[in-house]
């Protein structure tokens, strides 16, 4: 049960009365006194009583009046209001309690029923305290949800603009939590969460504001920081959780680490969204960079014009879809039979292709998911792809920027998106994409240094004229592969794309690996 100190206005202009009324009830509760409605306004608006206790006849402003400003006064908190009243008509009651009025008291005021009547109002305030509670609230963390968190954000935005404070938001993101999950099982994940939500809880002053904003990710708001504040005290909430052990199962005690995406208000940035958003993108850039630091959109936004020679030059800054994407050398038809899809997407090693239309227009998408669940079924080799495929489809167009897909990759269940141009599918972009081009981005920076992911050609003992020469063979190969087709040759059309495939990535590799930092570009 809620058990604070509540707090009770009494208003009436009757001297006596006020007395005998407030003097009942200071020993149990914070009391204040108002002679008028225009006084009692005022202290309401600056005091917020938990219960205004007001009688209906006073000059200028009467209880009736009174009971609507409170109604119509925008708060988190329900303000419960007993009229004192020597009216007894139905009319009368009704009137008042359409003004919203919760209860009436007599003005023959006895210390056993206003005692009464005060505790029957504080059982519903507890009550109701308890229901938004549990409204507004994460169960398993006790930080706010994003509805609830979303409101907070709204009256600090209009306080940030109105005195032209500073207003920053983090986006805090466990790392490899999915892994954590699957290594030590979900209460394990469980308790990491509510670790993390601790650890933000004690970092954070009273104004502060926390919410689980999805997943293993949390969004803070912190008033009055700027970004350079808020980047500072997401390294010390970083390092405090590198160094917190969380137990996991009996005897066993691990570690996490958490990214960080930091961006502050602006006087360009349009809505608490907007500001969330770039915090979002900040959060992203963390993690394709090696996770467990701390990312802001100010520095992002500061090296988007850097040379691809500077230091601090990231990954996917500047890149766009069409640098990325594995080309799609083949789509699928709706009436394609899932016997040439299985063969197709088995040769071509891809785990998903584009189902396109009459007009070559993205209609679908089938996974090698959606084949299995296919052939389960004793007739489903006799389904086309138009029984089969997802419409669900999410595509980017082939100038969308890179980073962008990252961050819904990272944050979906969905491995692949569809690269379109004028609605037509021109390529996909899958985790995988991804790791392969940072990947040959830093082996480009850092020819020197030993690869972990992948073949170092040199390291490898593969000499430039070698590579030369598997490039050649497989070009050769490719050649005769088309001279066949022309010639009406019986040749397997996944055999052909398989080899294209198996070209365009060996061709990735070698530039990443021998021509620097913008080698990543996919020819």
């Not at 999805?214 to 160094?243: K, Q, T």
Request: aromatic share 6%.
């Amino acid at each position: 049960m809620v058990t604070d100190r509540k707090r009770l206005l009494v208003v009436d202009d009757d001297r006596p009365t006020l007395c005998l009324i407030a003097g009942i009830l200071k020993a149990d509760y914070e009391v204040l006194t108002a002679h008028d409605g225009r006084a009692a306004w005022e202290l309401i608006d600056q005091w917020r009583p938990d219960m205004v206790i007001t009688d209906w006849n006073m000059p200028g402003l009467d209880g009736v009046q009174l009971c609507r400003k409170i109604r119509e006064m925008k708060s988190s908190r329900y303000t419960y209001v007993i009229l004192v009243t020597a009216k007894s008509r139905s009319e009368d009651m009704v009137y008042a309690m359409e003004a919203g009025a919760d209860d009436f008291m007599s003005k023959s005021v006895t210390q056993t029923m206003l005692l009464a009547r005060v505790r029957a109002g504080i059982r519903i305030l507890d009550m109701e305290r308890q229901l938004r509670h549990c409204s507004e609230r994460d169960p398993l963390t006790d930080t706010l949800n994003r509805r609830a968190f979303f409101s907070r954000f709204d009256d600090q935005w209009e306080r940030s603009i109105r005195e032209r404070s500073p207003l920053s938001c983090v986006l805090v993101d466990i790392d490899f939590f999915k892994g954590f999950n699957d290594t030590y099982g979900h209460a394990a994940g469980d308790r990491a969460l509510r670790t993390l939500a601790d650890l933000l809880a004690r970092h954070c002053r009273s104004g502060d504001v926390v919410c689980r904003y999805g997943g293993e990710e949390f969004c803070v708001l912190l008033p009055e920081m700027d970004e350079a504040d808020a980047v500072l005290w997401a390294e010390r909430v970083g390092r405090s959780l590198a160094n917190l052990d969380i137990s996991v199962a009996k005897e066993v005690i691990v570690r996490a680490t958490a990214s960080f995406g930091v961006a502050a208000r602006r006087d360009s940035t349009q809505t608490p969204e907007e500001l969330t958003m770039l915090a979002d993108r900040a959060l992203a850039v963390a993690k394709v960079s090696g996770r467990n630091c701390v990312a802001t959109h100010d520095a992002i936004s500061r090296r988007g014009g850097a040379s691809a020679e500077g230091a601090d030059r990231l990954p996917l800054e500047g890149v766009l879809a069409h640098h990325v994407m594995t080309p799609s050398v083949f789509c699928l038809d709706l009436d394609d039979p899932v016997s040439f899809v299985a063969e197709t997407l088995l040769q071509v090693r891809l785990d998903s292709t584009p189902v396109v239309d009459s007009e070559r227009r993205l209609t679908g998408v089938v996974s090698t998911r959606d084949l299995l669940a296919t052939l389960t079924d004793a007739r489903g080799w006799e389904k086309t792809v138009r029984d089969i495929m997802r419409t669900d489809v999410v595509s980017y167009h082939e100038s969308s920027p890179v980073h962008e897909i990252a961050e819904f990759l990272f944050r979906s269940a969905t491995g692949t998106v569809v690269v379109v141009r004028d609605g037509r599918p021109v390529g996909t972009i899958s985790v995988r994409t991804l790791l392969r081009w940072c990947h040959n981005w830093l082996a480009g920076r850092a020819p020197g240094s030993r690869s972990t992911i992948g073949t170092d050609l040199h390291q490898s003992g593969v000499e430039n004229d070698d590579a030369i020469r598997l490039v050649e063979t497989a070009v050769r190969q490719l050649c005769q592969f088309r001279r066949e087709l022309a010639e009406g040759s019986p040749t397997s059309l996944p055999r052909v794309v398989g080899e294209a495939t198996n070209l365009q990535e060996l061709a990735s590799d070698l530039l990443g690996q021998q021509q620097g930092p913008d080698a990543g570009l996919v020819l």
